[in-house]
């Protein structure tokens, strides 16, 4: 039905050329959670809408198309880093104080 060439494979991205002469529905073995971003020829999909057992499944028009899926973290999770991050300062100031009290 159609051909993909994977253009790039990495654990925070997954860039696909997919061609096909008919709309084809795409599984990107992948499983979703939040922060996985859908892009088909740069336009934004929701990847959360076209899940199929838990991976994005989404329909490609006929044609030749890009398909980009992109892990960004969410607010959330750069909050809960922020905090981690300045939660081991802080330890690491107490622990560096205490001994030098000693």
């Known amino acids: 039905q159609g051909e993909v060439t994977i ?3 990495q654990p925070h991205r997954l860039l696909l050329q997919a061609t096909s002469h008919e709309p084809i ?3 990107l073995n992948t499983v ?8 088909i020829d740069n336009q934004s999909q929701s990847a959360d809408q076209t899940l199929s057992q ?4 989404p329909i ?3 044609g030749q198309h890009i398909v980009d899926l992109i892990y960004k ?3 959330l999770m750069n909050t809960a880093n922020a905090i981690s991050l300045a939660s081991s300062v802080i330890v ?3 622990v560096v104080i205490k001994r030098r009290q000693k």
């Open 73 to 75: 973290q969410t607010p």
């Open 7 to 9: 253009l790039k494979d």
């Open 32 to 39: 979703y959670f939040p922060g996985w971003e859908l892009f």
């Open 60 to 62: 490609i028009e006929k």
């Open 92 to 94: 690491f100031g107490v």
């Open 54 to 57: 838990g991976v994005p499944t």
């Open 25 to 27: 529905r795409l599984q």
